[in-house]
Structure formats: C-alpha cells, structure tokens
C-alpha cells in the first residue's frame, strides 16, 4: 500500500460557477512530485489545533509547502513593509503541525515557506525582506524561471540532504524574499548559498527524518532534475521505513503480556 502524504494548501481566490471564491489550493507540482516518488497525495486544509493529532493519525508523512509570509509577531518582530500574504489560520495549523510532526518524529520534507515555519514554530526568527536585509537580490524568480536552476547551493557532506540529493553541491531555485534568520534550538544548518543565506536544515535528533529546504524542488522536479527528483524519493523511501517501524511497534505491544 502506498503510504499516505499530507500536503499542506494554500488560501487563493479561485474561479468557480459563481464568480471568485476563496479556496484551499496547491500547485500540481507537488502532488505530481509525490506520486511520482511513490506516496499518495491528500491536500490539507487549516483545521483548528484541536484536530491536528487526529489528523496526524491518519498521515505517514508531510509536506509542507510554501506560500506567503509568517505573521512577523510570532517570532517577536513588528512587520516589514515587504511583508505579504499573512494567513493567520493557515500560521496556527502549519505551526501546530509542524510540533506534532515532530512530537511524533514523523517524516517531513518542508519546503520554502515549510522551513521557515518550522524555524518559527521552535523559537527561530527570520530575515523579514531579504533584499533589504541581506542585500541580495538573487532569491526571487518569476514565470518560467521557476523550472530551472539558477542559485548555487552548498550541502553539507553527509547531512540528510546531501545523501537524498546524491550530492553536495546543486543548482536550485529560490522564490523567496525571506529567509532563516536566528535557527531554533536543536535544529542546525545544513546548506547555503552562495551570500551564506541557510537554504536546509535538519534536526540534531538523527531519529526524525527532516528534510527542510529553502528552495522549490517541485518545481525542478516537474522539469525532470534529478537531484530533486531524488529528494521526494528519499523523503518517501523514509515514509516507507517509519511506517514499516511503527506496523512492528504496534506489532510487538499486541503481543506482548501486559
């Protein structure tokens, strides 16, 4: 059986029968690079905190997707003018779920937005404008663009995201004006471009299978790259591999005397 992925939505006006209406959407290529690898995509809509365990229960593992900008309150700040597209309901699930993943040490691969709420969602901060802040103007492409690569990028020999890609050294996209700032305890850096932003991280427990990437593997792997196409498989491989763990635990409480 295919193991089940959770796909976190976005909030977008889309075009129905009567006219826009506010949806829960997200992009093809990241239900394509899940099938593609292996896994069965189910798109999830905000649910309030509450329900995010009982959710969980039924996920094998999650892909947190990117989208707009994490209300700047929630690491401490007031907002840069740059800020966009905040969601408040959309913060509070993703965040909640980021926790309970990693309660669980459930698989992940979080991507762009995905990184930076889990750095949030553990005390981290974040360059609110990176152009303003860092003064690189490298980080944002448009259009078709997005297909290719265009910004290198450093792996640390070794870390999980090294071994997924199949290398060190890449060529990514990045569509983000924001990025990492202060990393959250018991998460470490992984990967960088070039001006030295962080563009993966992992977490220093080597029992929890993160793969948290700053750049956009969706949309490199619709357009056949295979380092990307390597990072969704490994991400699923391990899905495979804690589900076969956790069928043996179940396994073993049954048949254990109480």
């Not at 990028?153 to 199949?166: D, H, N, R, V």
């Not at 295979?226 to 490994?234: C, Y």
Request: charged share 25%; net charge negative; glycine share 10%.
């Amino acid at each position: 059986m295919h193991p089940i992925i959770g796909v976190t939505a976005q909030q977008k006006m889309a075009i129905s029968s009567n006219g826009e209406l506010e949806s829960q959407v997200i992009g093809h290529t990241y239900t394509d690079s899940v099938l593609r690898a292996g896994g069965l995509p189910v798109v999830l809509p905000p649910l309030p905190e509450a329900d995010v365990p009982a959710l969980v229960d039924r996920l094998d593992g999650i892909v947190f997707t990117g989208g707009g900008d994490i209300e700047p309150w929630r690491y401490g700040e007031e907002p840069h003018e740059s800020i966009r597209k905040t969601n408040t309901g959309r913060d509070e699930f993703e965040l909640a779920l980021a926790r309970e993943a990693r309660k669980r040490r459930m698989p992940v691969l979080a991507i762009c937005r995905g990184i930076q709420i889990f750095n949030v969602a553990f005390g981290g901060t974040l360059y609110q404008d990176i152009p303003s802040m860092i003064g690189s103007d490298d980080h944002m492409v448009k259009g078709e663009t997005v297909f290719g690569g265009h910004q290198r990028i450093t792996a640390e020999s070794g870390s999980l995201i090294a071994k997924a890609i199949g290398s060190t050294d890449l060529w990514v996209n990045s569509i983000h004006h924001q990025a990492i700032k202060d990393l959250a305890a018991g998460y470490r850096p992984v990967a960088w471009s070039e001006c030295g932003i962080i563009e993966g991280i992992q977490h220093e427990d080597d029992e929890w299978p993160l793969l948290a990437v700053q750049w956009h593997p969706e949309f490199l792997s619709e357009a056949g790259d295979e380092p990307s196409r390597n990072l969704f498989a490994a991400f699923v491989d391990s899905v495979r591999i804690s589900r076969v763990a956790a069928e043996a635990d179940r396994f073993e409480a049954q048949i254990s005397p109480s």
